[in-house]
């Protein structure tokens, strides 16, 4: 069974997805994902497709996903599967809300 009867890989298109179409999985990022599963290297592999989604061949493998400035690694692991890449690499980050600072007690 090739890729593409397995994952029912199409070209991308601007449609929201379906149950009938299936999961969207990006062609080229499956195709290196089998490529290092037969070659045994184990390197990280780089992505833009964030709105990928993750089948179970991903499952053991690192990816560097790209959140529009770096690429932080990712591990995947079985618990992932079904979800969108986009969803463990977060564009923004969180640096709290604004600081309380101390009032002091005037006397007046």
């Known amino acids: 069974m090739d890729l593409q009867e ?3 890989i199409k070209e991308r298109n601007t ?3 379906s149950s009938k179409k299936g999961p969207y999985i990006d062609k080229k990022l499956l195709l290196k994902i089998m490529k290092q599963k ?3 290297d ?3 592999i780089k992505t ?3 709105d990928c989604q993750i089948p179970p061949d991903f499952v053991g493998h690192r990816l560097a996903i790209h959140n529009g400035r770096i690429f932080p690694e990712v591990f995947i692991s079985e618990a992932m599967v079904g979800h969108r890449l986009g969803e463990f690499s977060p564009t923004r980050l969180f640096r709290g809300h604004g600081q309380v600072t101390k009032r002091t007690m005037d006397k007046t």
């Open 38 to 40: 037969n070659g045994g």
């Open 42 to 44: 184990r390197s990280p």
């Open 15 to 17: 449609m929201a997805r």
């Open 6 to 8: 397995k994952y029912f």
């Open 48 to 50: 833009w497709a964030r």
